[in-house]
């Protein structure tokens, strides 16, 4: 029977046996830096989702904030409503797995342990940002936290995950790969030519559609005939599956299903997660292409408030725990904005570094 303690880096005591986690001094931060999948979720299951979800949710409402007060320029790509991906696939992977993604990227880089503060400088265009501020929005990345981005070029980070499965397999690890795509870049060259490599190789990698049923501002309906992207796989003889994206529990199955199959040497499955986000394509796009009613009927299925019913209905925290982890969001979230405004802003000399690997390349001129 597995029996085997971790630690958080910011002090989380986590003992985990076969089939159960239990969590000291349960607050989120930083990713364990072990962890098992469950199949039975506990008590401290639902507060972990419910903080991680609600930090996702503040620190986006701030990040939209703040670019109205232009603080905040460029590209920017809000998470809002997609929090139980995020969650889900959290609790059904290890932190060596590593996450790649397109250019929504922020929920999921601080679900993978980068430090709201280091998200909110990026955002900022900070030199202490995750991508020392020269990344913006789209282009979070953390090879230390296993987050390679972040990706704004449609459906690129899908030929780059099956890039990073084949050297996990290379190295004969059992870390699995998570590639998340939008229903849009479905439509790309680059996902059938990769799902056909995968599929002959038996890469270690998880495709995940993050289905939010628009690509910009077009639905799905008006950009293919195959309206259930999962059927995709049919195609490869790749097993694929639709998930319920509003219910983090649903997220966790789903993907601990197919990142069991990738570990055991079975190779990739594709997830078509059936999500939705509230805000618009980006902090530019008025949204008009939708009606307020489809809105509210997703709003409706909000994931956080789903959890948070689940953790009052059991009785798993208080009211005045639930205030406790509300105000502690808060602080991070705040603090994470302190950090962005004092921080300075990187040094020129900067915008001739970390373009090629070999440090003395000979072509770099003045």
Not at 185 to 202: C, D, I, P, S, Y
Not at 249 to 271: F, N, W
Request: net charge negative; hydrophobic share 35%.
């Amino acid at each position: 029977m597995l029996d085997r303690e971790c630690r958080r880096s910011t002090g989380i005591s986590v003992r985990i046996f076969a089939g159960a986690l239990t969590i000291g001094k349960f607050h989120v931060g930083l990713q364990a830096k072990s962890r098992i999948v469950q199949t039975k979720f506990t008590k401290e299951t639902y507060l972990y989702w419910y903080e991680l979800m609600l930090l996702l949710r503040r620190f986006e409402e701030k990040a939209g904030q703040l670019y109205g007060m232009q603080k905040i320029r460029g590209f920017c790509h809000l998470y809002i409503g997609q929090e139980a991906i995020a969650a889900g696939a959290m609790t059904a992977t290890k932190a060596n797995d590593k996450f790649i993604t397109a250019y929504r990227d922020h929920a999921l880089a601080i679900a993978k342990g980068i430090p709201a503060k280091a998200c909110m400088a990026e955002l900022f265009g900070k030199a202490t940002g995750c991508s020392k501020g020269k990344g913006g929005s789209m282009h979070f990345f953390s090879k230390e936290h296993n987050f390679y981005g972040g990706h704004g070029i449609v459906g690129g980070q899908i030929g780059v995950g099956a890039g990073l499965a084949f050297a996990e397999r290379y190295k004969e690890t059992d870390n699995v790969i998570l590639c998340f795509f939008g229903d849009g870049a479905a439509r790309q060259g680059v996902l059938h030519e990769t799902f056909n490599m995968a599929m002959l190789w038996k890469l270690p990698v998880v495709f995940i559609c993050e289905n939010n049923m628009y690509a910009m501002g077009t639905s799905v309906e008006r950009t293919s005939n195959v309206l259930d992207i999962y059927k995709l796989a049919d195609a490869y003889e790749m097993p694929g599956d639709s998930i319920d994206g509003m219910k983090a529990e649903e997220v966790h199955i789903g993907i601990e299903r197919a990142v069991r199959r990738a570990r055991e040497g079975e190779g990739p499955t594709l997830l078509e997660i059936k999500t939705y986000r509230y805000k618009g394509h980006s902090m530019s796009d008025p949204a008009k292409y939708r009606t307020k009613e489809e809105v509210e009927e997703y709003k409706e299925r909000d994931p956080i408030s789903q959890v948070l019913k689940t953790i009052r209905d059991n009785k798993f925290a208080s009211d005045e725990e639930i205030e406790a982890i509300d105000n502690r969001v808060k602080e991070q979230v705040d603090e994470a904005v302190q950090f962005a405004e004092e921080s300075p802003w990187p040094e020129e000399d900067e915008v001739y570094k970390d373009v090629y690997v070999q440090e003395d390349y000979p072509f770099i001129i003045d």
